[in-house]
């Protein structure tokens, strides 16, 4: 079978969706002869590649374009000239979140018409088509092109995050809930034309109330329980209490973690943040005012990632504030086998459910009140379990469903009728 995947950044840099992609593209392409269509993170990236088994065909929108010779031109010049290009870079992001919450719906149409001319270019035939959502804009070009080319091609969507109730992808409250009934019914006609559905867990409520019409829809977890290049423990002198991924304003917000921090008393304990997202400054300034006890290390590559997670004592995961999406950070982190402390705003958040069945975790609830006792709590893990340690073998026992091997077989079974 030929199997197409529409997803996001893609190696080199893979996004974490695009990492639970890549993961299960590598099984079933020990089957199967596999494409894969994803965006550059630059413009001198080729436009195809061979890795792991499978071809990569990359597209470049002008938005990428435009961001990358503005930055470029700000880390140039100096003075004056640095500070106008800043404004203009500033004006443009404007300009285009502007565009953003002017438009019908929230997709970007110059991504999905990219991905169709992708798709069309491909000259051996397609058997099955799986977007990779986020972006959706995978789902709306598999569906243009099953549409608009009569292709006997198969659409197997994958849906990680929200769509509809995305804050960060509506940037605006008022501009999600304007427009919330049009991304429904969006919803709704791309998915029908699907021959069956991949969603995480955490989509099923939305499954259940707002698409209830949608039929043939397999609920799984994120397929990042891999065993790691080595999982050989790591000692230091000191614990190593690292933060690695994401920071947004009012999304994932460090703000509860910092000051509880602040009280925290861990002889010779040093905290790491390998981060992406708005929060750099925050982060810098916090670790300038504890320059013994913090250090950010900002955005690092796959690899360093994946080294300082080995290199850790105690790792920490932050949730969203509304708890209605899944840290794909945390299976990663169990796949370690190392102990990890979560902090969570939401009473339900969907994290606990997998979190409970891992023997070597502290729930941390992001309440002001109880931030002292928090403290504690925070101390006394961090004494009683920083040697601790699960092998990769019990990690997968426990985790079984959470594997590229399992949703591989569960496509597979699926390709079957």
């Given at each position: 079978m030929h199997i197409v995947f529409i997803v996001g950044t893609y190696y080199p840099q893979n996004s974490a969706v695009c990492d639970c992609a890549a993961k299960v593209a590598h099984e079933l392409a020990k089957s199967h002869a596999i494409t894969v269509i994803s965006e550059k993170t630059y413009a001198a990236q080729p436009d195809q590649e061979e890795w792991d088994g499978h071809k990569i065909i990359k597209c470049i929108t002008k938005d990428t374009k435009t961001r990358e010779v503005l930055n470029a031109r700000v880390r140039a010049a100096k003075g004056v000239r640095r500070k106008?290009?800043?404004?203009?870079?500033?004006?443009?992001?404007?300009?285009?979140?502007l565009k953003t919450i002017l438009s019908n719906t929230s997709i970007r149409n110059d991504l999905a018409k990219l991905y169709l001319e992708k798709l069309r270019s491909i000259e051996a035939d397609i058997d099955y088509i799986i977007p990779v959502s986020q972006p959706y804009e995978s789902l709306v070009a598999a569906v243009e092109y099953k549409r608009s080319a009569g292709s006997d091609a198969k659409l197997l969507p994958y849906l990680?995050?929200?769509?509809?109730?995305?804050?960060?992808?509506?940037?605006?409250?008022?501009?999600?809930?304007?427009?919330?009934?049009?991304?429904?019914?969006?919803?709704?006609?791309?998915?029908?034309?699907?021959?069956?559905?991949?969603?995480?867990?955490s989509l099923g409520a939305h499954f259940s109330k707002d698409l209830s019409l949608i039929n043939n829809v397999h609920l799984l977890e994120h397929p990042l329980i891999v065993r790691p290049e080595s999982h050989v423990r790591i000692y230091s002198s000191n614990t190593r209490i690292s933060y690695i991924g994401g920071l947004y304003r009012n999304y994932v917000v460090p703000d509860y973690f910092l000051k509880l921090y602040e009280r925290v008393n861990l002889d010779e304990a040093v905290l790491h943040?390998?981060?992406?997202?708005?929060?750099?400054?925050?982060?810098?300034?916090?670790?300038?005012?504890?320059?013994?006890?913090?250090?950010?290390?900002?955005?690092?590559?796959?690899?360093?990632?994946?080294?300082?997670?080995?290199?850790?004592?105690?790792?920490?995961?932050?949730?969203?504030?509304?708890?209605?999406?899944?840290?794909?950070?945390?299976?990663?982190y169990i796949s370690y086998g190392k102990p990890i402390i979560h902090f969570y705003t939401a009473e339900n958040d969907?994290?606990?459910?997998?979190?409970?069945?891992?023997?070597?975790?502290?729930?941390?609830?992001?309440?002001f009140a109880i931030l002292d006792h928090n403290a504690r709590k925070f101390e006394d893990f961090c004494k009683i379990h920083r040697s601790a340690h699960m092998s990769f073998e019990e990690v997968e026992k426990l985790f079984w469903d959470a594997t590229p091997k399992f949703t591989a077989e569960v496509i597979e079974k699926l390709m079957l009728y």
């Amino acid at each position: 079978m030929h199997i197409v995947f529409i997803v996001g950044t893609y190696y080199p840099q893979n996004s974490a969706v695009c990492d639970c992609a890549a993961k299960v593209a590598h099984e079933l392409a020990k089957s199967h002869a596999i494409t894969v269509i994803s965006e550059k993170t630059y413009a001198a990236q080729p436009d195809q590649e061979e890795w792991d088994g499978h071809k990569i065909i990359k597209c470049i929108t002008k938005d990428t374009k435009t961001r990358e010779v503005l930055n470029a031109r700000v880390r140039a010049a100096k003075g004056v000239r640095r500070k106008l290009f800043q404004c203009a870079l500033s004006l443009y992001k404007l300009s285009r979140a502007l565009k953003t919450i002017l438009s019908n719906t929230s997709i970007r149409n110059d991504l999905a018409k990219l991905y169709l001319e992708k798709l069309r270019s491909i000259e051996a035939d397609i058997d099955y088509i799986i977007p990779v959502s986020q972006p959706y804009e995978s789902l709306v070009a598999a569906v243009e092109y099953k549409r608009s080319a009569g292709s006997d091609a198969k659409l197997l969507p994958y849906l990680f995050d929200q769509f509809a109730d995305n804050d960060v992808l509506h940037r605006l409250q008022v501009n999600k809930v304007m427009k919330r009934n049009r991304h429904i019914a969006l919803e709704q006609d791309l998915l029908k034309e699907a021959h069956a559905i991949l969603a995480m867990h955490s989509l099923g409520a939305h499954f259940s109330k707002d698409l209830s019409l949608i039929n043939n829809v397999h609920l799984l977890e994120h397929p990042l329980i891999v065993r790691p290049e080595s999982h050989v423990r790591i000692y230091s002198s000191n614990t190593r209490i690292s933060y690695i991924g994401g920071l947004y304003r009012n999304y994932v917000v460090p703000d509860y973690f910092l000051k509880l921090y602040e009280r925290v008393n861990l002889d010779e304990a040093v905290l790491h943040f390998y981060i992406i997202g708005n929060c750099y400054s925050i982060i810098s300034k916090y670790c300038s005012k504890l320059p013994a006890r913090a250090i950010n290390h900002g955005a690092v590559d796959k690899r360093i990632a994946s080294q300082e997670m080995l290199k850790s004592d105690i790792l920490i995961n932050i949730a969203e504030k509304k708890g209605i999406q899944m840290s794909s950070k945390i299976l990663e982190y169990i796949s370690y086998g190392k102990p990890i402390i979560h902090f969570y705003t939401a009473e339900n958040d969907v994290n606990l459910g997998v979190l409970r069945k891992y023997p070597l975790v502290l729930c941390l609830k992001q309440d002001f009140a109880i931030l002292d006792h928090n403290a504690r709590k925070f101390e006394d893990f961090c004494k009683i379990h920083r040697s601790a340690h699960m092998s990769f073998e019990e990690v997968e026992k426990l985790f079984w469903d959470a594997t590229p091997k399992f949703t591989a077989e569960v496509i597979e079974k699926l390709m079957l009728y």
